[in-house]
Nanobody, 126 residues
Framework: QVQLVESGGGLVQAGGSLTLSCTAS????????MGWFRQAPGKEREFVAG????????CYAESVKGRFTISRDNAKNTVYLQMNSLKPEDTAVYRC???????????????????WGQGTQVTVSS
């Protein structure tokens, strides 16, 4: 199973920016669609952004569209989440996820993904 390790979380003021990284083990990273999810205390895990395995097609939750950008560097086995104009409601544990047996789609469902990182905390102060 592919292991995923996130980094880049932290404390930032509202309106600020952070970039999260997620690095995968293994040699077939380019075969997998990737996603970012988040979970705030007392809330369910929710989709944030996704990127497909082939042509870099992306998809976003409405709440982050225009503020967050997902990208990937297959040579580095890494997927990124650039977060701009952060709001207090963006505070959550962010986890990256990998989908085995990916088609050319951008996946958004929790059940679509088979491997998960441990998560990184993002806290946005008002």
């Amino acid at each position: 199973q592919v292991q995923l390790v996130e980094s880049g979380g932290g404390l930032v003021q509202a309106g600020g920016s952070l970039t999260l990284s997620c690095t995968a083990s293994g040699r077939t990273f380019s075969s997998y669609a990737m996603g970012w999810f988040r979970q705030a205390p007392g809330k369910e895990r929710e989709f944030v952004a996704g990127i497909n395995r082939s042509d870099g097609r992306t998809c976003y939750a409405e709440s982050v569209k225009g503020r967050f950008t997902i990208s990937r560097d297959n040579a580095k086995n890494t997927v990124y989440l650039q977060m701009n104009s952060l709001k207090p409601e963006d505070t959550a544990v962010y986890r990256c996820a990998l989908k085995y047996y990916s088609g050319s789609y951008c996946y958004t469902g929790v059940v679509d993904f088979g491997s998960w990182g441990q998560g990184t905390q993002v806290t946005v102060s008002s």
